[in-house]
T-cell receptor
Framework: ETGVTQSPTHLIKTRGQQVTLRCSSQ?????VSWYQQALGQGPQFIFQ???????GRGNFPPRFSGLQFPNYSSELNVNALELDDSALYLC?????????????FGNGTRLTVT | RKEVEQDPGPFNVPEGATVAFNCTYS??????FFWYRQDCRKEPKLLMS???SGNEDGRFTAQLNRASQYISLLIRDSKLSDSATYLC?????????????FGKGTSLLVTP
């Protein structure tokens, strides 16, 4: 069974640029969610995709957008990067969209915006 | 007001001690509850789900009080390997679907 994988592991961007982060869900999982974790904080929910449709969103501006593909892998896109976007971005997958299924996290992408 | 509140700690306890963490949530429509564990510079991992009747997994006991909107985690006979950050997680139904809200986490350090 393949776990959740994220790429890249580290990324440095400058303010105003755009970034795309990628996530492959655990095999058999069709729900993917994304989180932003700043240093010393808990993960903050960005959004969730179930069968290629967004079915939940946290308090993030529209410049945070996403996609889920037919193979259930997912992308997180952030436009017009700001310094405060520097954080660990975590992707998690769950099977079947069940609301009480445990999250299986990837190792995360550490984004630094300078 | 933050939706999921935890005491950040740190909690420093000796091996063998019993330690309890508390968590409160603001949305009474919250539907499911979890404790996750996060080691330094690692991803969070599920420790246990929390059920209304309370549940136990070895040295760990989780309790939920829906009336008070309060969740707890009790760790008995602490081990050095229990040192980590413990995250309270609440799954809420919103207009846009489900939202998973994490607390900031409670840091635990178990010392010899």
């Amino acid at each position: 069974e393949t776990g959740v994988t994220q790429s890249p592991t580290h990324l440095i961007k400058t303010r105003g640029q755009q970034v795309t982060l990628r996530c492959s869900s655990q095999s058999g999982h069709n729900t993917v969610s994304w989180y932003q974790q700043a240093l010393g904080q808990g993960p903050q929910f960005i959004f969730q995709y179930y069968r290629e449709e967004e079915n939940g969103r946290g308090n993030f501006p529209p410049r945070f957008s996403g996609l889920q593909f037919p193979n259930y892998s997912s992308e997180l896109n952030v436009n017009a990067l700001e310094l405060d976007d520097s954080a660990l971005y975590l992707c998690a997958s769950t099977p079947g969209g069940a609301r009480d299924s445990p999250l299986h996290f990837g190792n995360g992408t550490r984004l630094t915006v300078t | 007001r933050k939706e999921v509140e935890q005491d950040p700690g740190p909690f420093n306890v000796p091996e063998g001690a019993t330690v309890a963490f508390n968590c409160t949530y603001s949305n009474s429509a919250s539907q499911s509850f979890f404790w996750y564990r996060q080691d330094c510079r690692k991803e969070p991992k599920l420790l246990m789900s929390v059920y209304s009747s309370g549940n136990e997994d070895g040295r760990f006991t989780a309790q939920l009080n829906r009336a008070s909107q309060y969740i707890s985690l009790l760790i008995r006979d602490s081990k050095l390997s229990d040192s980590a950050t413990y995250l309270c997680v609440v799954n809420e139904k919103s207009n846009s679907g489900y939202a998973l809200n994490f607390g900031k986490g409670t840091s635990l350090l178990v010392t010899p």
